[in-house]
């Protein structure tokens, strides 16, 4: 596989996960439906603010993607593209991060109040796919 064949699928992957993403931050917490503050705004924030501001972080992290398939396309230094991929891998787990965040403060702790402590095994499971 060429270098730009694995930045084309890299690309595509990261591409899926941006989706997926923007479609678990569109989506109900289905774990925790029937806890109030989930189904409430405060989720992403009153305002919606967090939420517009995670759509925004996505949209750059996709132009930063876009641009690293330019570098890789006119044979850019390789010590430029893996400087821009690290930027990119950064600007997810600041993603992550924030997502992470919110969850916690608002759906984990919400449902440890109402007694759903199995929210705890699914925070740990995802603890360990984000640090993988």
Same mark, same amino acid.
């Given at each position: 596989?060429?270098?730009?064949?694995?930045?084309?699928?890299?690309?595509?992957?990261?591409?899926?996960?941006?989706?997926?993403?923007?479609?678990?931050?569109?989506? &109900?917490?289905?774990?925790?439906?029937?806890?109030?503050?989930?189904?409430?705004?405060?989720?992403?924030?009153?305002?919606?603010?967090?939420?517009?501001?995670?759509?925004?972080?996505?949209?750059?992290?996709?132009?930063?993607?876009?641009?690293?398939?330019?570098?890789?396309?006119?044979?850019?230094?390789?010590?430029?593209?893996?400087?821009?991929? /690290?930027?990119?891998?950064?600007?997810?787990? /600041?993603?992550?991060?924030?997502?992470?965040?919110?969850?916690?403060?608002?759906?984990?702790?919400?449902?440890? &109040?109402?007694?759903?402590?199995?929210?705890?095994?699914?925070?740990?499971?995802?603890?360990?796919?984000?640090?993988?």
């Amino acid at each position: 596989m060429s270098g730009k064949e694995g930045i084309r699928m890299e690309k595509k992957k990261a591409e899926k996960e941006i989706k997926a993403l923007e479609q678990e931050i569109n989506a &109900k917490c289905a774990k925790c439906a029937h806890v109030d503050i989930c189904e409430s705004e405060k989720k992403y924030g009153k305002d919606g603010e967090s939420k517009k501001k995670l759509l925004n972080r996505l949209a750059r992290i996709e132009g930063q993607i876009r641009g690293l398939e330019k570098m890789v396309d006119e044979d850019k230094y390789c010590i430029d593209v893996l400087t821009q991929s /690290s930027a990119i891998t950064s600007a997810m787990n /600041s993603f992550n991060k924030e997502v992470l965040t919110n969850h916690i403060r608002n759906c984990v702790t919400a449902n440890i &109040k109402a007694g759903n402590d199995e929210i705890v095994e699914e925070m740990l499971d995802m603890l360990q796919k984000l640090m993988r």
